[in-house]
């Protein structure tokens, strides 16, 4: 059976910059907090008629330039967002059309922070039976406009930023190389404790006047129970695809974790017993940006931790759902 092979990933960040000084002039909060509590110092926000499907297109045509494909080459996208532009349908269409890909399949991925790597899990399938062998896999994110930027939504707001990571994946025989496994989990049990609650089908209207003005549009986060799951869940299904694979932490080249906070993913290095330098965190510059935030971690770990072909790269995530997964993938 061939396996998915990465040939190239392409990322994208809107080029305003949001410090934490920035944020400080508009919420009761301060750069010190947001550094110790998340590890952030800026992100990437948004402007005005700037979002999802601009990111993933600037991000989609750089992986396909690194790859030497033409958008022809594609075969089928796999689009993995939580924000989409529209109420429908989905940004994986739009995405399709401004590639000027008619006729091919879109598919969108709704599992939040464990988008990207159920995407991954979703392409690889595809690309095992035959069915499809150049995927284009895409994780992109507009979180700014929905958050709360007053002091109700400071949890919240410092932590997350806006970004698209896109991925070629391509059919490989060899045997040294691809990705060896994807691991996925979800408990429904804790759908509250990271949600959006409004607009939703359940209300006639889908949105009211009052929801706005009691905040109901805005996530909702409960963050310490977030963070006591995602450091628990996050090294227990690496080592879940470890097993599977029949192979030692000892052996991870390169990890990538979810950049939920920097907090977490010290917490997940230390659980997992890993060397600074088999781990990579860029969440510093870019802040939590949910599916986007795994292949524009990856995409600068694989060059800054020296990569190279063969090596074992692992991934891991932890996200509303909740859902977690990993992947396990030789470079
Ligand atoms: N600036 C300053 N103070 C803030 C603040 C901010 N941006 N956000 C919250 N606070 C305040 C709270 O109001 C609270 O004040 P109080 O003690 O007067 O009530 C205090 O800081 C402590 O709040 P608490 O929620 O207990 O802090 P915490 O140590 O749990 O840190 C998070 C908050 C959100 C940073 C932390 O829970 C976390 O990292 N959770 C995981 C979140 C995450 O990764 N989400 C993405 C999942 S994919």
Same mark, same amino acid.
């Given at each position: ?38 590890g ?18 600037? +991000? ?15 075969? +089928? ?132 006047? !009052? ?19 995602a450091i628990v869940?996050m090294p227990?299904?690496v080592r879940?695809?470890?097993? !599977?694979?029949?192979?030692?932490t000892g052996?991870i080249?390169l990890l990538v974790p979810h950049q939920a906070n920097l907090r977490i993913a010290e917490a997940v290095q230390r659980s997992l017993e890993l060397r600074d330098d088999q781990v990579f965190n860029?969440i ?13 971690c990856?995409?600068?770990g694989?060059?800054?931790r ?8 692992a991934l891991c ?15």
């Amino acid at each position: 059976m061939p396996r998915a092979a990465f040939v190239s990933i392409g990322t994208a960040v809107p080029e305003r910059v949001v410090t934490n000084a920035d944020l400080v002039a508009r919420m009761d909060t301060s750069d010190e907090w947001i550094q110790q509590r998340t590890g952030v110092q800026e992100r990437h926000w948004v402007v005005e008629g700037e979002g999802v499907a601009d990111l993933a297109e600037r +991000a989609a045509r750089r992986a396909l330039e690194k790859a030497g494909w033409q958008p022809s080459d594609v075969e +089928a996208i796999v689009f993995a967002t939580i924000q989409s532009d529209h109420v429908f349908p989905g940004d994986g269409c739009y995405l399709q059309g401004r590639l000027g890909l008619p006729g091919i399949p879109a598919i969108d991925i709704r599992n939040a922070c464990s988008g990207f790597l159920y995407g991954l899990s979703v392409a690889s399938a595809w690309i095992q039976t035959g069915q499809y062998r150049r995927v284009l896999l895409v994780g992109a994110e507009v979180q700014s406009t929905g958050l709360d930027v007053s002091t109700r939504g400071r949890d919240i707001a410092v932590i997350f930023g806006d970004g698209a990571g896109a991925a070629c994946l391509e059919a490989t025989d060899d045997p040294g190389r691809g990705v060896l496994n994807v691991q996925l989990h979800a408990d429904g049990r804790f759908t509250r404790e990271l949600s959006g609650d409004a607009p939703g089908a359940v209300y006639h209207p889908r949105v009211s006047v !009052k929801q706005i003005e009691d905040g109901s549009i805005y996530p909702h986060m409960e963050g310490q129970k977030v963070f006591k799951h995602a450091i628990v869940r996050m090294p227990e299904v690496v080592r879940e695809a470890l097993a !599977k694979a029949g192979l030692q932490t000892g052996d991870i080249k390169l990890l990538v974790p979810h950049q939920a906070n920097l907090r977490i993913a010290e917490a997940v290095q230390r659980s997992l017993e890993l060397r600074d330098d088999q781990v990579f965190n860029n969440i510093q510059k870019y802040g939590n940006t949910t599916a986007a935030s795994i292949p524009l971690c990856l995409e600068e770990g694989l060059t800054a931790r020296g990569v190279r072909r063969g090596d074992l790269v692992a991934l891991c995530s932890f996200g509303a759902g909740f859902t977690w997964a990993s992947a396990l993938i030789r470079w």
